[in-house]
């Protein structure tokens, strides 16, 4: 995107994203016409020259057709599938800071991808999975005295020995900064969630009050006594509601003083794309994405539940 820009208000914003919009998708259909153009005519002319052609008009037709369908073809698919990501680079870096000042956060702000490596590395030396960056927005705020960060995520792992097979997947982690150190980790994780948490290792297993919660968790825990005040009722339908809402695997640590919540396979319903104006409904949807560490902190009741450990 080269400078970044900054604006005066959210309607210029807007105006400069929806011109960049339009341009982009107008892009987008010449890429497809000429990439196709090049390919097809290139391809044509490799076969034609061949059956057609001796000597120099050969070789001057298989080398047109090779450049048009080797090279012009390549070039024009390159150009074409940087455009949506682009695009969507740019809404996030210059839309979500003005929708921030309408979530319910003090000291919300837009961070650089390069800010979040350091926590992103951290995340995944612990867990023992990588990480990478997506480029949907990330952010830092703070929520009745917690602070959060939170960042889009690709994640990579092996699903077969024999062939070395490995899928990619996109996920969201949310991470809460406790004003106190929880006394016990606790690891509550999804029993048909990827095994990717090979280091988060916990002596105990604990069962719960609630036999549909049990049957979709698995709870391991460094000390029982006190994880079963931790392990409330409030806490258990917080985690129910966030994956029946939001579904993909909710996976919640807390370990001293942070709490990671990781959306494996994570859906949202707000899919920004060059074809989609910003207009009052696409900003609703946007807005909407941008509160889900607020859902998550109340339906995890994290502004409360310290109280009960100190």
């Given amino acids: 995107m080269g400078q970044e820009k900054s604006f005066e208000s959210q309607e210029k914003a807007i105006r400069y994203l929806e011109k960049l919009r339009r341009r982009s998708l107008f892009l987008l259909v010449l890429y497809i016409i000429l990439s196709s153009i090049f390919g097809a005519a290139g391809f044509g002319l490799v076969v034609a020259s061949a059956i057609a052609f001796e000597g120099t008009a050969l070789a001057l037709g298989l080398t047109g057709g090779f450049v048009g369908f080797l090279v012009l073809l390549p070039v024009f698919l390159i150009l074409l599938f940087r455009l949506t990501p682009e695009y969507e680079k740019a809404l996030y870096a210059y839309l979500s800071p003005w929708l921030l000042e309408k979530g319910p956060y003090s000291k919300a702000f837009y961070v650089k991808k390069k800010q979040v490596e350091p926590l992103v590395f951290e995340i995944s030396r612990q867990i023992n999975r990588s990480l990478d960056l997506e480029d949907n927005p990330a952010f830092r705020g703070d929520i009745k005295g917690v602070s959060f960060l939170t960042f889009g995520y690709r994640s990579y ?154």
């Fill in 157 to 310: 792992f092996s699903v077969g020995r024999r062939n070395n097979k490995t899928e990619n997947y996109s996920g969201r982690v949310i991470s809460f900064d406790l004003p106190t150190n929880v006394k016990t980790d606790v690891f509550i994780k999804q029993k048909v969630a990827l095994p990717i948490f090979k280091k988060v290792r916990l002596r105990h297993i604990i069962h719960t009050e609630s036999i549909l919660f049990d049957k979709q968790y698995d709870v391991l825990v460094q000390d029982e006594k006190l994880s079963r005040i931790l392990v409330n009722p409030v806490l258990i339908d917080g985690i129910l509601s966030l994956g029946k809402e939001y579904g993909g695997f909710v996976n919640v640590y807390f370990k001293k003083d942070k709490v990671l919540v990781f959306y494996d396979k994570y859906f949202s319903a707000f899919h920004p794309g060059l074809t989609h104006r910003i207009d009052d409904a696409f900003l609703e949807g946007f807005l909407a994405e941008l509160r889900l560490p607020y859902r998550v902190f109340r339906s995890l009741d994290l502004g409360n539940f310290t109280l009960t450990l100190e």
